[in-house]
């Protein structure tokens, strides 16, 4: 994947190349049949469009490495479940559903070793007594939750006008 252009400014260019790189990955380390060996870094070609800062639509260009993990991601530090706290648990939850999430959004066939993920780091939670909580759908932003907000002196429009503008901060 070395020098893969990714676009900073859009989001969903760089989640396409991480997850490229991590399919990659995944699938080297599949195919490996032995000795893992060392991780090469990977490199990956930037683009940014500056709206400040530098010269307001300059592009820039720079080569970025990405850091080497000590396991395969949605595995905490290459730890084994047994050996670690509550909140490392609490952690590798999120981390091994965001896994599983994502291979099932890019139509991933098997995502048996993800769900076996998930399942084992439920299992070890309830072990422990931790209870697993799952994220919530976010609320929809409805013409009623807005004027709730303003009502209760949550929002102005002058708040809405800078969200409008995107110079809020």
Request: proline fraction near 3%; aromatic fraction near 4%; avoid cysteine.
């Amino acid at each position: 994947m070395a020098n893969k252009e990714v676009n900073f400014n859009d989001p969903t260019s760089v989640a396409a190349a991480i997850a490229e790189a991590e399919t990659a990955e995944a699938t080297k380390a599949e195919a490996k049949t032995g000795a893992p060996k060392a991780k090469k870094p990977r490199v990956i070609k930037v683009t940014y469009t500056a709206d400040k800062d530098i010269k307001k639509g300059e592009t820039i260009e720079f080569e970025y490495t990405l850091p080497v993990s000590a396991g395969s991601r949605g595995i905490l530090a290459g730890k084994k479940l047994e050996d670690m706290t509550d909140d490392e648990l609490k952690i590798e939850y999120r981390n091994a559903s965001s896994v599983l999430y994502k291979q099932q959004k890019a139509g991933n066939k098997d995502t048996t070793k993800a769900q076996a993920r998930v399942d084992a780091v439920i299992a070890k939670m309830e072990e422990k007594g931790i209870s697993v909580q799952k994220r919530a759908a976010a609320a929809p932003v409805t013409a009623e939750s807005v004027a709730a907000l303003i009502k209760a002196g949550k929002l102005s429009a002058e708040d809405i006008q800078k969200l409008l503008d995107g110079s809020a901060e």
